[in-house]
C-alpha cells in the first residue's frame, strides 16, 4: 500500500487566495482526519470523517475552512480566504473501524505559505 | 480536560540511552502510543501499549506505564543520530468514544555523535 497521499507537498499563496489540500487515505480505512501543526500551538485536529461524513469539526478554526470527502478514498481541506496566520503544516492520517489498536496512519503533509 | 504534557527538549550523546516522559489524563484510555516525527515527515506510529500493561520491549525500544500515577515513558537504548526526531505520546480517551487521539506537544530528541 502507498500510504496515505497528500497534494501538494508544498503551498505558496498570498493572502486572499483560495487555497485546496487533498488527501487519499488508505484503501480500506473508515476514518479519515485533518491535523494542523505550528510551533506555537504543536499538533491540533480539524475534522474527522467516518464512512465519508463529518464526525467532529470542532477544531475547524472559522468559517474560511471547509473540508469534504465526497467519497471514501478523497478528502480535501479548503482555506478560502486565506490569511498568513493559516500558514503550517497540514496533515492528513486515516485508519480503519476494526482496528482495535486505533492506530492512525499519516501522510507526508502539506507544507503551506501564506504571503 | 485532555492535557497530554512532555518535556520539550532532550538531548543525549550517540550510543547512551533516552527517556522520554509523558502524563496524560485520562485513565480510560485503552492504548497509548508514541508516534516519530523525523523533519520534514508525518508522524509514524513506533509503538503503543495496552493499557492493562505495565511494560512493553521492542528491540531498543521500552515502553513503561504506570497507570495509577497516568505516567507513560519510552526508553531508547543505545541512542543512534538517526533518532534525532520530535517524539509524541497519545492517548484515545473514553469521552471521544476512543475516536479521536490526543496528543502532547512533543519532545524534540538531539543525539550528538
Known amino acids: 500500500d502507498a500510504g496515505v497521499i497528500q497534494s501538494p507537498r508544498h503551498e505558496v499563496t498570498e493572502m486572499g487566495q483560495e487555497v485546496t489540500l487533498r488527501c487519499k487515505p488508505i484503501s480500506g480505512h473508515d476514518y479519515l482526519f485533518w491535523y494542523r501543526q505550528t510551533m506555537m500551538r504543536g499538533l491540533e485536529l480539524l475534522i474527522y470523517f467516518n464512512n465519508n461524513v463529518p464526525i467532529d469539526d470542532s477544531g475547524m478554526p472559522e468559517d474560511r475552512f471547509s473540508a469534504k470527502m465526497p467519497n471514501a478514498s478523497f478528502s480535501t481541506l479548503k482555506i478560502q480566504p486565506s490569511e498568513p496566520r493559516d500558514s503550517a503544516v497540514y496533515f492528513c492520517a486515516s485508519r480503519r473501524d476494526r482496528d482495535v489498536t486505533d492506530t492512525q496512519y499519516f501522510g507526508p503533509g502539506t507544507r503551506l505559505t501564506v504571503l | 480536560g485532555e492535557d497530554v504534557e512532555q518535556s520539550l527538549f532532550l538531548s543525549v550523546r550517540e550510543g547512551d540511552s533516552s527517556v522520554i516522559n509523558c502524563t496524560y489524563t485520562?485513565?480510560?484510555?485503552?492504548?497509548l502510543y508514541w508516534y516519530k516525527q523525523e523533519p520534514g515527515a508525518g508522524l509514524q506510529l513506533l509503538t503503543y501499549?495496552?493499557?492493562?500493561?505495565d511494560m512493553k520491549q521492542d528491540q531498543r525500544l521500552t515502553v513503561l506505564l504506570n497507570k495509577k500515577d497516568k505516567h507513560l515513558s519510552l526508553r531508547i537504548a543505545d541512542t543512534q543520530t538517526g533518532d534525532s526526531a520530535i517524539y509524541f505520546c497519545?492517548?484515545?480517551?473514553?469521552?471521544?468514544?476512543?475516536?479521536?487521539?490526543?496528543f502532547g506537544t512533543g519532545t524534540r530528541l538531539l543525539v550528538s555523535p
Open positions: 497519545a492517548e484515545s480517551p473514553r469521552n471521544t468514544g476512543f475516536q479521536k487521539l490526543v
Open positions: 485520562d485513565s480510560s484510555s485503552t492504548y
Open positions: 501499549i495496552f493499557s492493562n500493561m
